[in-house]
């Protein structure tokens, strides 16, 4: 069973910065994509960015300019910095893999329902 383990949630106030991480196999790794995904209390899940093992990545709209997805190789990590954070952002944020060649603007529309394996999360609250 593969395993995605995420790291780097906590609170800050709004303006501010968080770096969230997510450590995964080297088989995950390797094809497909992978992202992130946040749910807010009370709301649907929602798709925030993602990035293809080719390196082709897509953001969803509200967070252009904002956050960025990379990966590193060498660790097998996926990382979201976020940058200017809003009260808005406060969510649980999940890391996402799939090792399918989906169309990341199509992942990141949805809901991620279907989407093979995912972490256990990590929270991020922004206070303003």
């Known amino acids: 069973q593969e395993e995605l383990v995420e790291s780097g949630g906590g609170s800050v106030q709004a303006g501010g910065s968080l770096r969230l991480s997510c450590a995964t196999s080297?088989?995950?790794?390797?094809?497909?994509?992978m992202g992130w995904f946040r749910q807010a209390p009370g709301k649907e899940r929602e798709g925030v960015a993602a990035?293809?093992?080719?390196?082709?990545?897509y953001y969803a709209e509200f967070v252009k300019g904002r956050f960025t997805i990379s990966k590193d190789n060498a660790n097998n990590t996926l990382y979201l910095q976020m940058n200017s954070l809003k009260p808005e952002d406060t969510a649980m944020y999940y890391c996402?893999?799939?090792?399918?060649?989906?169309?990341?603007?199509?992942?990141?529309?949805?809901?991620?329902?279907?989407?093979?394996?995912w972490g256990q999360g990590t929270l991020v609250t922004v206070s303003s």
């Open positions: 996402v893999a799939d090792s399918r060649a989906l169309a990341l603007e199509v992942v990141v529309a949805g809901t991620g329902r279907g989407l093979e394996v």
């Open positions: 080297g088989s995950l790794w390797s094809s497909g994509f």
């Open positions: 990035l293809s093992a080719g390196g082709k990545s």
